[in-house]
DNA sequence: AGGTTTATGCCACTCAGTGGCATAAGCTCC
DNA sequence: GGAGCTTATGCCACTGAGTGGCATAAACCT
């Protein structure tokens, strides 16, 4: 669980804060898995990192936020893509999907993948952590609705079916994320690629599927 | 904000139970509405139901849980016709629209319909209300699974399917739910009856909606 | 009425999260 | 290479949610 180093030219206070970033949410996702997250005080947490518990909230706003980070830098990246890619025309949820892949695409390839998969089972097990990342979800969903009606002109507010087709996605990105976190083996960030596809190709007969 | 009348021929302990349960919703629905979530302390609260903190807890989980208590009772009923109602076949969301509906139908005509107002009013104002209430869905989704695994047979774990037209499920309810609680107007269960089937009715063109 | 069960109240405690203010570390410009 | 500004950090005291333990009281059951 190595500090990631800061990237070369920033200025040295930069550099420290970005350092205490990642130290803060290795160590939580460390302790967390070890000790449990309610077995986990923040006391602890910030002894173990040198830290007054006041910066520590001034990097994060809960303890349940200090162990989301990974996921939030890829919902960050999601609404950064839906904002500046250029739009190809067609399904809207072939939009969402492209666009979700190209966000986990910029994810740092080292590192990432493995907090992200603690992050999960650790939510897994911790009913206060899974709400607040369904709650960032939730954010994440009101924000790209607002950037598909300013882009895409769809204003009309009653119409209900980018919100919908939103929430497949997000569905999607769930049911793959599951899939990848508990399956056996080792764990990559191509593979959950693989999963979200799978996911996302799931959805027109999820729409159909017939029981009894 | 009437007390509930408890329905008659319960022993009186069981009476006064739940009368204090449904003070201690009425009251928080009107206090936090009033004052905001984070502006009522709970002992505020217990202190107008007149009862000790300690009582709070034995009879909810946590601040947020009071609040959400009518929507529970909604999903509890859902799971429950989900449980028992005859099978029909055909498609998995049509028989998750009626079931869901079905449960809609069992909640009382008088209140519930006011009180989900203020609740889902309030969890749009307040982060860890919604937090609180998207996990809860999330809970009751992964028991319909293991409903559905059961009764219909859907026994491949890697079928996404079920969970993805589950939660396509909730998408339609919080998309109708939204549209409800923020419309002008007088609301009525009926009104959202009708909601939750235009949202439903919306989901197969949102899968094939084309932009740009 | 008398004994059992079960809900409530009270008290002391832990821990997350916040506000205010003093200090120290990094930055900037001469 | 300091003087002076800016910004991050530390410290302290505080609020409020949530819990455990034990004593009391209310309802239940002959």
Redesign the interface.
Known sequence: MSIVTPPARLPLRERKKLRTREALIDTALEHFTDRGFDGTTLDDLCAAVEVSKRTFFRYFDSKEDVAMAPTQDLWAAFLDDLQTRR???????T?LQDTLLAALDRMPAEGWAERVLLTRRLAART?SM???G??FC?RTTRGAITILRER?G?TDP?D??????L??M???F??ALE?WAFQPGPVSRDDLTARLR??FA???????????
Chains 1, 2 share one sequence.
Not at 87 to 93: A, E, I, W
Not at 202 to 212: F, L
């Open positions: 739009p190809t025309g067609g399904p809207l949820l939009l009913p899974n709400a607040h369904l709650q939730d895409f769809l009653h209900l079916r980018p919100r919908l087709a929430d497949m997000v569905a999607a769930h049911c899939e799978d996911a799931a959805i027109p007969g999820s729409v159909t599927m017939t029981v009894a």
